[in-house]
């Protein structure tokens, strides 16, 4: 029996609709704003709350997509790299729990610690954070770095180019723009298309 992709299960239920919500959101160069969300652990997270922090890797997931399950470890292992180079995950759930009940606030505080996620997991009750950065669909990410205090966004898309196997993996694209970024240089691909679900926004 042939393998069926991920990717592939995805297309045939119908998950990546070609949707997305009003607004452009952040380009590579943009200055971010700041927010303040929900963590799991009931504090609230802020990026100007991380005064040690040269930048961040904020990825817009979930819990139920099999496009951010898939990418949980590897996620993890982000975190676990760059965190102590100063660049910590900072993890948002910006869909619908109306819509994607397995989305609700009780569900991910279970999921973190399932996984025992070592990164922060916010909720973005309103989606005004997710419409802000333009995020489209989980996982979605944003390399942030801070410069001369402002936060200006470094790399849009996707983790890497494999999303059945982190070990098939040929471009690691946030890997990649991290260790420039922490050498100095510039980032040679800044954007890539994300790959996953779409956001499940509120009607």
């Not at 997509?65 to 990418?71: G, K, L, Q, R, T």
Request: contains cysteine.
């Amino acid at each position: 029996m042939k393998k069926i992709t991920l990717l592939a299960l995805i297309l045939s239920l119908g998950l990546l609709s070609s949707f997305v919500p009003l607004g452009e959101g952040y380009k590579v160069g943009d200055k971010v704003q700041d927010f303040n969300l929900r963590n799991v652990d009931g504090t609230r997270v802020s990026l100007a709350g991380q005064k040690e922090a040269k930048g961040f890797i904020v990825i817009f997931t979930c819990n139920h997509c099999p496009f951010s399950v898939a990418y949980e470890d590897r996620i993890i292992a982000l975190h676990q790299k760059y965190a102590p180079q100063g660049y910590p995950v900072i993890a948002i759930n910006p869909n619908d729990a109306g819509t994607v009940p397995e989305d609700d606030f009780e569900s991910m505080m279970e999921r973190a610690r399932e996984k025992k996620f070592p990164f922060a997991y916010l909720h973005d009750e309103s989606q005004d954070v997710a419409r802000a950065f333009g995020a489209a669909r989980t996982p979605h990410v944003f390399v942030i770095q801070k410069d001369k205090g402002d936060m200006l966004v470094k790399y849009i898309g996707a983790i890497d180019d494999n999303t059945d196997d982190p070990s098939a993996a040929t471009r690691k694209y946030v890997e990649n723009a991290m260790e420039e970024l922490i050498k100095g240089e510039l980032v040679s691909l800044s954007f890539t298309k994300a790959i996953g679900c779409t956001i499940k926004w509120k009607k």
